[in-house]
């Protein structure tokens, strides 16, 4: 029988990894006929909200954005969104941005359909507007090399454009491929595997690591990692950029 006192998770004041089997479900209202699972939030230190939305049979998502903005992305299945009256079709690799201060409906989700949300508080910017709706397809998103090397391929999901102060990418790391040298930096990170496995390095304690898994990075962890294994790993992160900083 196996122990049901073990786990891969780790929550500490600098980074957490978060292992599906811990998970326990939260009620969110609005959210209803679906599983909601609290990945990263303000609880463990965080600034931004990470969730995972499993949808069951006539499960629906129905609010509107106030302070934080949302990120969707659509990690298996599919559903249909309406933003602001806009309604498109999504399937797996798909991807909504609603700004603050929009409608949003997400449902006819063929069960068992999982989403990925980031959710920040918007920062404006004077001289800027609110960005706007945006409804995109990693598939569509190019992958350049990253830092030069062909081992490693970034595709930012979103405009680098000013009026925006969160950035979702995706990184995918041929098997053996590492981050060129371990980052500290003032940006946090809200991540989650999306394929494969590896080895992260969070403030020098390795962690095993492989699809499902999450990871939240406060600003200034330290951090590398290095895929390992028969397929590239894949993860979705998220980053807050282009603010003054404080
Ligand atoms: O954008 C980033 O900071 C990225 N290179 N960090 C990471 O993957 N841990
Ligand atoms: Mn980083």
Redesign the pocket.
């Known amino acids: 029988m196996e122990i049901s006192a073990l786990t891969r998770s780790v929550v500490k004041s600098s980074h957490a990894v978060i292992s599906p089997d811990g998970y326990v479900n939260s009620n969110v209202p609005g959210w209803t006929n679906c599983t909601v699972n609290v990945i990263i939030n303000e609880q463990m230190g965080a600034q931004l909200c990470q969730t995972l939305v499993t949808f069951r049979e006539g499960g629906r998502l129905t609010g509107r954005t106030v302070a934080s903005q949302l990120f969707c992305y659509v990690i298996s299945g599919g559903c249909r969104a309406t933003v602001e009256g806009e309604e498109r079709e999504l399937g797996a690799g798909h991807f909504v941005y609603v700004p603050v201060g929009r409608s949003y409906q997400f449902g006819y989700a063929t069960a068992g359909t999982r989403m990925l949300t980031f959710h920040k508080v918007y920062e404006p910017l004077e001289g800027y507007d609110v960005p706007p709706v945006i409804f995109g397809d990693a598939a569509q998103v190019e992958g350049p090399a990253y830092l030069d090397d062909p081992a490693l391929r970034l595709q930012v999901l979103l405009p680098e454009d000013l009026s925006f102060d969160m950035a979702v ?1 995706i ?1 995918t790391y041929d098997s053996g491929g590492h ?1 060129p040298f371990v ?1 500290t ?1 003032v ?1 946090e ?1 809200g991540l989650l595997y999306l394929q494969g496995q590896g080895i992260y390095m969070l403030d020098h304690d390795w962690y095993p690591v492989k699809k499902g898994d999450a990871i939240w ?1 406060a600003p200034y962890c330290r ?1 590398w ?1 290095t895929a390992m294994g028969k397929e590239p790993a894949v993860y979705i ?1 998220y ?1 807050n950029v282009n603010r003054f900083p404080t």
Do not use: A, I, R, S
């Open positions: 990418n990184f981050l980052e930096h940006m990170h990075m951090q990692f992160y980053k």
